[in-house]
């Protein structure tokens, strides 16, 4: 039988989340995958394994290289997971963004229309 470790012990161990309680925190609130699944902290992980983790509004996606049950340096970490996440939108992506001030109100039905077409939800 293959070696498993659980997956909070795992993602706090190879330095996606500060703390273990954040790990299980993030399991708990679904914002980690395994295999496209929502997994609980428990939950075991093998070599080869897809894990998503949402961190700060972003998803990192890694594969499982390396099992490692204590929490070990950045360059050991590095080497546990194979880093295949997305690039992050630079900050003139998000400087083209729409964004309406807090406070302003219901939109008008002008702002709402362009709201929507922005969207991609004309119709």
């Not at 399991?27 to 700060?56: F, M, N, T, Y």
């Amino acid at each position: 039988m293959s070696e498993r470790v659980r997956i909070d012990v795992w993602i706090w161990a190879v330095r996606l989340v500060k703390t273990r309680a954040a790990a299980t925190e993030a399991c708990r609130g679904g914002h980690v995958r395994l295999g496209g699944q929502p997994a609980k902290a428990s939950q075991q992980v093998r070599i080869g394994d897809e894990v998503r983790v949402r961190i700060h509004g972003f998803d990192r996606i890694v594969i499982v290289t390396q099992l490692l049950k204590k929490r070990v340096g950045a360059p050991a970490a590095a080497e546990a997971i194979e880093d295949r996440s997305p690039p992050r939108p630079s900050a003139i992506d998000a400087a083209q963004v729409p964004h309406r001030p807090r406070g302003a109100g219901r939109p008008t039905s002008r702002e709402r229309r362009e709201i929507d077409r922005l969207r991609g939800r004309d119709g």
